[in-house]
């Protein structure tokens, strides 16, 4: 990898994230005044007004705008309106819960999909390959909050196997991850299906074959690493958008993570937390796809940037 491929990417990171803050910070002024939000029921005109030059919502938005970007650049987050604390605070404390969340759900897709991926490619037009090709489409069909829902209903409610809602321990983070990691499974058994039926059929694994090596020995190590690739793209795309918040799913077993902290921030127009949240996100994506580059390199030595 070239220093002039690192100086690009980190120029088109600044960009991506420039870019997002640009965007979320006019669109999210055309929600709504959050000073008539906060204001009390009884508060008048003048009392609203107060309260919008108090929060400096009063001033030019390309000066609101400046000034929050300069706060960036001096690792200012801002000040949430609604929690009256510091956006970075805010964050950091919800950040471990969804980095649980998302570990265990990544795990656990990965521990379903590899083999069941594997084995509905090598078995194609099998029981095994119709049933995988089944369950992944059910899988991405059913919405999460639908699966989320009749987790609880069934071992939560019926059999009082698991806790409903809460972060309070082991338990407590079987259904969220259960839930997040059966979307996952069923794309990513999809995936590595269909990449590992182009590569089989590549002619250097029949040459492999024909060779004498051992047939789990062609799939493991020649077949499944090739088909790595579009698996590892998806698969950063999807902790990343994990780790900035699952929020249907936080939202629905009340787990509090970023994605339960946005949906507060935006139905209270806290413009602050949800910028702060935009750029955090923008972050952590930008540094997911990275690391997906550079994973490339070690997957397929082939792979030459320039």
């Known amino acids: 990898m070239t220093l002039r491929f690192l100086t690009l990417r980190l120029l088109h990171a600044v960009f991506v994230m420039l870019a997002a803050t640009l965007v979320v910070f006019f669109l999210i002024r055309l ?25 400096g919502l009063d001033r030019p938005l390309f000066t609101q705008y400046v000034e929050y970007v300069d706060g960036l650049l001096h690792f200012d987050l801002g000040e949430s309106i609604r929690f009256r604390r510091p956006a970075s605070e805010l964050i950091l404390e919800r950040l471990p819960a969804t980095a ?12 379903l999909s590899v083999p069941l991926g594997i084995l509905s490619a090598t078995r194609e037009g099998s029981m095994i390959d119709a049933l995988a ?44 991850s259960a839930t997040i990691a059966l979307y996952m499974t069923a794309g990513l058994t999809r995936l590595i299906r269909s990449s590992m039926l182009e590569v089989l059929g590549q002619q250097y694994i029949k040459t492999a074959i024909a060779k004498g090596i051992t047939r789990r020995a062609v799939i493991v190590g020649h077949a499944f690493r090739n088909a790595l690739l579009p698996v590892s793209t998806v698969m950063g ?36 937390l949800v910028q702060a949240i935009v750029f955090v996100t923008s972050f952590v994506l930008v540094i997911i796809n990275l690391m997906v580059d550079v994973a490339y390199l070690y997957i397929d030595p082939r792979i030459r940037y320039v």
């Open 31 to 55: 929600t709504g005044d959050p000073a008539a939000l906060l204001a009390p029921p009884s508060s008048t005109q003048e009392d609203i007004d107060l309260l919008r030059h108090q929060l």
């Open 133 to 176: 090709r089944t369950f992944a489409l059910l899988g991405q069909s059913v919405p999460v909050y639908w699966s989320g829902i009749v987790g609880i209903l069934i071992f939560s409610v019926i059999l009082r196997w698991l806790p409903v809602s809460g972060r309070t321990g082991f338990a407590s983070i079987i259904l969220p």
């Open 100 to 111: 649980e969340l998302t570990i265990a759900s990544v795990v656990l897709a990965l521990l």
């Open 237 to 272: 795309l999807q902790v990343g958008t994990l780790l900035s918040g699952a929020v249907i799913t936080e939202t629905v077993f009340a787990w509090p993570g970023i994605g339960q902290l946005s949906t507060q921030a935006v139905f209270a127009r806290d413009f602050p």
